[in-house]
């Protein structure tokens, strides 16, 4: 029988096709392996050809080179000019299109896949992350401040030099506005975080858990709306992702990094997408929010009934991916 | 600069990337053009082969033949059989997997496409639908009926032969249960079907207008997630789908037709969903709710920043949109 499992963070129904899912095996990408080569003239993020994007915000040196550099989105989705500005007449509500837009190159190499690189590499980003994060959130003009990673086609990207991206958009969503509401419900109903209180669980279940390291914890939520999607999730109650300390930010370089290698290691380099939820910042502190990275693998593609019903079919059993991924060496 | 737009339907925001927007021709499929044979031994749909799936639920016959088959589905992702059955412990809530999920066959013809049937034919596609509607919705395991079409790969489907889905789950979903509290809170703020009110918006602008039937208009709406989609929405304010009258689901049969012949012409067959967002049947006649039908064409990937912000790019623009499909031939 087919089971319905109820997403406590997200209020998401998922249908659990536990009769017609798939074995793990069966989602390793069929894909030719594509040979990247480690440096591309064309490439706008490649060594030498920084003149291709505009002026770095952030650059980690190396003896005679970089290696971390962040610069404004060429093709940003908004103006980082520009004041902010809102108009409200009738039903129709629009605000100008300013904020942040950035790409965080992670490496100089164009073929070094992240799962790839070492921790101490991983450890830059995630500093990058933070430091540009701080960055949008000082913009008066910004609400939001979303960073996320498309990697493979299937997740939105076409170019192969690993980088991710951080958007500072000048309202709240009501995914975010919503999720947060939620949350404080949860809280006043019953005096705990809900997210600490998923994580609790989670560890005592024990059957979804990917990873554990000193700060974090990597595992299928109960109700993944899609195979293999997982959290990494920070052990202490912290609301903003800026609110992470040093020793936390190198931790979750380890974990983000073994996680990337499962996939890449396990499912043959999955196409995926990752993104950082966080409470906006002029919620640092809250104690109802709790901040984490979420991963979702490209692996299935959402049809009419998603569209239609809000509900997703996860054609896989979240256990069973979680006992798979733990087998893969990291 | 580009431009934020507000869906007062949905709540959402979506970015309208007004400068590097695309222009609608970039739109139009690449792909080779696949010849279908209006016969295929294998599917399971095609006149011939009906031992392929389970016995027909609706027939609609022709001499000798028929012209809709409905039949539950072979691979049905709720079982049809069982007891509606909740469990709650702690923060897990489960249901059983329970409900309808069947396919309405929508004409004997491998590969003769929606867009391209005769208007008859889709008529007898629409009261198929609202049969099996009716039907579903008296399962008294049922809460929430989703009428859908995937027409393509992108759009989730790899069977050729036209084809549409219903599901009735024994949920409402939090998208929809959100977006009926929304409709709630403007009617009891303004005394207005927020639904009839973007009708009348729409209708005075005209700039997002793409057809007006005698019951019904298909627009673009102003904040569009994606490009070239559509709502064909009924003039007459209805809450649940099987309010519809005789006249009415000719009308809209006709409307559907001619919308998807627009897509087909104009964009070279792209792949689409459609589904029909409707109140739950408990909710017949009330005011603050008004169903649709909703057309997604699937010309672009959702990617991190989508999933990470809750929050869509739209690459082209509403207005333009609905200027090209205004001058295709239907």
């Not at 650059?59 to 940003?76: E, F, H, Q």
């Amino acid at each position: 029988m087919p089971e319905l499992r109820y997403n406590i963070l997200t209020r998401e129904w998922v249908l659990i096709a536990t009769e017609r899912a798939k074995r793990p095996e069966d989602f390793v990408a069929k894909k030719e392996k594509k040979q990247i080569p480690s440096y591309s003239p064309a490439c706008p993020f490649c060594p030498g050809n920084e003149r291709l994007t505009p002026p770095a915000t952030r650059v980690v040196p190396a003896s005679g080179a970089w290696r971390i550099r962040v610069t404004p989105n060429k093709y940003a989705a908004l103006s980082k000019d520009g004041e902010l500005r809102r108009f409200a007449q009738g039903i129709r509500r629009t605000v100008a299109g300013v904020g942040i837009h950035e790409v965080i190159v992670e490496t100089p190499e164009h073929g070094r896949t992240t799962a790839l690189l070492d921790d101490s590499q991983v450890e830059l980003i995630i500093e990058a992350y933070l430091d540009r994060f701080r960055y949008a959130s000082a913009d008066p003009r910004v609400e939001q401040v979303t960073i996320f990673k498309n990697h493979g086609e299937a997740a939105g990207t076409s170019l192969e030099h690993p980088h991710s991206q951080i958007i500072g958009t000048p309202v709240v969503t009501a995914q975010l506005r919503d999720r947060l509401a939620n949350a404080a419900a949860h809280y006043d109903e019953f005096g705990e975080c809900i997210f600490c209180r998923v994580l609790e669980v989670e560890l005592k279940e024990k059957t979804r858990i990917v990873l554990e390291t000193d700060h974090f914890v990597a595992f299928v939520p109960f109700a993944a709306l899609t195979p293999f999607s997982m959290l990494i999730m920070p052990r202490r109650h912290m609301s903003v992702f800026s609110e992470m300390s040093d020793p936390e930010a190198a931790d979750l370089a380890c974990a983000l990094r073994r996680i990337l290698a499962t996939l890449y290691h396990g499912l043959a380099d999955p196409d995926f997408n990752y993104t950082i939820r966080t409470a906006p910042t002029d919620h640092l502190g809250v104690r109802y929010y709790h901040w984490y990275l979420s991963i979702i693998p490209r692996l299935t593609r959402v049809a009419g009934f998603e569209l239609g019903a809000g509900m997703f079919i996860n054609v896989s059993l979240p256990e069973e991916n979680a006992a798979f991924l733990r087998q893969v060496p990291m």
